[in-house]
């Protein structure tokens, strides 16, 4: 990932759109402020661009902006890859799917007192979100979502 890495402003119907995009690693801001003028605010700081399903939104003068077609989140991700020519690649879970913060790797000892033994015995790579406090480890999760990723994008 360099500098000049598209980033996203997802309005708050795009949730779960913008949880698989940050699990491909993309920076995407999402919540429940972003709509509307909050939306266009928060884009045109950021240089970000606007995915949203509210067609009400070209009215206010956005920066740009994808229309986002479909109300399903493995259709929506389809089209976002294909309009970015976003493909799964090395920022493949590293960035928070809850806060967007990038994560950090750990080491089994830092994280001995954090997950059940059986995790701690089956892993060995861990990623720490600080703002979170939140660990992730490659799970069955995360299987199941390359998975589906997979489907969309083939490799
Ligand atoms: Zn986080």
Known sequence: MNDKEITFAADRMLGRLAKWLRMLGCDVTCG?????????RA??????????????????????LLFIESNDYVEQLRQVMGACDLRPGAGLFTRCLVCNSRLEPREKDFVEKLVPPHVLATQERFSWCGRCQKLYWPATHQHKMLDALGKIAPP
């Open 32 to 40: 429940r402020h972003l709509s509307g003028h909050g939306l266009i």
């Open 43 to 64: 884009a045109r700081t950021e240089g970000r661009l606007i995915l949203t399903r509210d067609r009400s939104l070209r009215r206010k003068q956005p920066p740009p």
